[in-house]
């Protein structure tokens, strides 16, 4: 065995770009993680990658790479409704996973990845590492500790905009690089804002609070079409949602994930009780003194993440980078992990049953824990 982690890409689109090329083929990490092959269903632009990126070998198809025996994991950065056909193609294979968020769309598929990598013996890690940040972390231990008194209510979410239509360096040129349509943000299954942001704020809440006991849900799709580059994008996957989750003992929160219109501090913690609020990085006003808050606050809110040292500080999408580093950390230091498919499972859980919800006007009993 190599003393260093042969990755593997699956799909060259605009986090991979933005993301783990940059980041994993630096050279202080080729100690521990070298990309050695990518694919994606255009060839052209698995080719083109690899070519700006000096990896190996370029594939159309996951079946095709995994075939060649060149990878110990992967890392998903396709679109989210491939994610568990995928994973399975991986796992099966004895291939190490990471997932970019979301995990998968249900939490029955998120059951099956998880029963099969146990039986495997294959290692999964899944984004969004938030609770791998030093102040998530400070948060919940102030919290426990009681800092805010008994709990009342939360609010976390996230807002579309225009945010993929605008990703510039991925979707306003002529080749394959950054030529890349963001259809698939709008469609079944996998699309809309609570997959792909109001993730990030509810795996910190769930991080923070704990596991969910029941959800209840209205959504639907609010903007129907979406432009870009002078072509009409249909929206068929729920865009406006906003959903109660009740944690027990009468202390709920809402969380939305909506075609636009974020609350202030959008995605981050805000956290109240009958002795104050947390919101964001502040309790009752005050700054929220943390290992590493001076990173944070020179270079972002990745400054502070373990792996994020020297360059990748000041490089987009570092958590990402960081959450690849866990799995690579496991693999070869046997070195767990919060960042984990149990956690990515109930967060999923909790998406697939506000869904549910809407459907059914009816509130949901969560089942999942982490």
Known sequence: MNNYVRLGIVGAGSIALRGHFPHLTMADVRDRVRITAVC??????????????????????LEELLAAGDVDAVSLCSPIGVHYEQGMLAVEQGVHVHFNKSMTTTVDEANRLID???????????????????????????IDEGALGRLTWAVTGSAFGTYHEDE???RSGDDPLTNINPAWYFRKPGGGPLY????????AMTGILGPAKRVTAFSGVRVHEREFRG?????????????????GDAFFAFVYGVAAGGLP????????????????????????EYAGMELDAEFGMNGSLPHVVG??????????????????????????????AEHARHVVEIFDAAYRSAETAQAQTLRTTF
């Open 265 to 288: 501090n959008m995605g981050r913690p805000l956290i109240y009780g009958v002795d104050g609020v947390i919101n964001g990085s502040t309790i009752n006003g005050k700054p929220i």
């Open 168 to 170: 510039s360096s991925v």
């Open 311 to 340: 360059h990748h500080r000041t490089m987009e999408e570092a958590h990402v980078y960081e959450d690849v580093m866990q799995l690579v950390d496991w693999v070869l230091d046997d070195k767990p992990t919060n960042a984990t």
């Open 231 to 247: 072509q009409m994008l249909p929206t068929d996957m729920d865009d406006n949602t906003l959903m109660v989750l009740d944690f």
């Open 196 to 203: 792909d942001m109001t993730v990030y704020g509810l795996h």
């Open 40 to 61: 994606d269903p255009v060839l052209a632009r698995a080719q083109a990658a690899a070519a700006k990126y000096n990896v190996p070998a370029a594939y159309a198809t």
């Open 116 to 142: 099969a990598a146990q039986a495997k013996g294959v290692k999964l890690v899944a984004s969004p590492g938030e609770m791998l940040r030093p102040r998530h972390q400070r948060i919940k231990q102030l």
